[in-house]
Nanobody, 124 residues
Framework: VQLQASGGGLVQAGGSLRLSCAAG????????MAWFRQAPGKEREFVAA?????FYADSVKGRFTISRDNAKNTVYLQMNNLKPEDTAVYYC?????????????????????WGQGTQVTVSS
């Protein structure tokens, strides 16, 4: 699966952005899709994932929404009420659906395919 993320940019605190991740391949609907992020000097961390259900990190719950359009082979991350601490490179990732039932479902080692990352910068 090839992943192409887009939609990052510079936004003021309290603003919104929507990230998109387009996937190549014919079996997109079968994958567990996720967003991770990596801030400068920090490890990559889980943000959100979607299969038939959605999952969120506590730090983004209530502000971010992950969704997918299987007809367009695309997963989205709507980010509202952005904070300076949301500044990071955001990566989309894909995993075999079985990962959903493993302890790695919210960890980067559980994901086999990664996009190139898109920068999100939130100014205060």
């Amino acid at each position: 699966v090839q992943l192409q993320a887009s939609g990052g940019g510079l936004v003021q605190a309290g603003g919104s952005l929507r990230l998109s991740c387009a996937a190549g391949g014919r079996t997109f609907s079968s994958y567990l899709m996720a967003w991770f992020r990596q801030a400068p000097g920090k490890e990559r961390e889980f943000v959100a994932a979607i299969s038939r259900s959605t999952f969120y990190a506590d730090s983004v719950k209530g502000r971010f929404t992950i969704s997918r359009d299987n007809a367009k082979n695309t997963v989205y991350l709507q980010m509202n009420n952005l904070k300076p601490e949301d500044t990071a490179v955001y990566y989309c990732a894909a995993a075999n659906r079985d990962t959903l039932y493993s302890s790695n479902r919210f960890k980067e080692q559980g994901y086999d395919y990664w996009g190139q990352g898109t920068q999100v910068t939130v100014s205060s």
